[in-house]
């Protein structure tokens, strides 16, 4: 009887199990509004912005890439938007990484020195925006936290119209601005 009632404490006080889901993460789709979140900033911690906001006013895109600065992301990525002929027919364009402003400022000068593509430069230090988009991973051994999937966004009337996804997060491919902007 002492064992019984033992076992029936122990049941009584050990963790719940977690349920198990089948069901596929539920990253952004078309569709969706872009996420209001006031925590990004352009240029400057001062400079606080809202891409919900930004994009009510006009169509364009939402880039997202792991970090500044990094191989892919500069060499690759966000030139191949700053040099696509249909640059200045495509909208707004606002390049968002998880990293804090005064970095982003600092890429921006590297790859657009004189401002002239209109592409913004857009810093989510907290990862609040690309968890909101729930297109962020760990990036803890290399980046040292969450960081953002590669990923291009069409945005027409504030909604999510087409997405462009990378399949493992971090690749160039689908995200491309010849993928995106053709």
Known sequence: MAFRASLGRAL????????????????VKVGDQVPSFDGLFEN?????????????????????????????????????????????????????????????KAWAEQLDPAGETGIRFIADPTAGFTKALDLGFDGTAIFGGVRSQRYALKIENGKVSKTHIEPDGTGADVSMADKVLD
Request: proline share 9%; net charge positive; aromatic share 8%.
């Open 44 to 104: 400057s911690p001062g400079n606080k912005l809202n891409l919900a906001d930004e994009l009510q006013k006009a169509d364009g895109y939402i880039v997202g890439v792991p970090g500044a600065f990094t191989g892919t992301c500069s060499s690759q990525h966000i030139p191949s938007y700053i040099n696509h002929p249909k640059l200045k027919k495509a909208g707004q364009i606002f390049v968002v990484s998880v990293n804090d402003p005064f970095v982003m």
């Open 12 to 27: 009584l006080t050990r963790p719940a199990a977690r349920s198990f889901h089948s069901s596929p993460r539920a990253c």
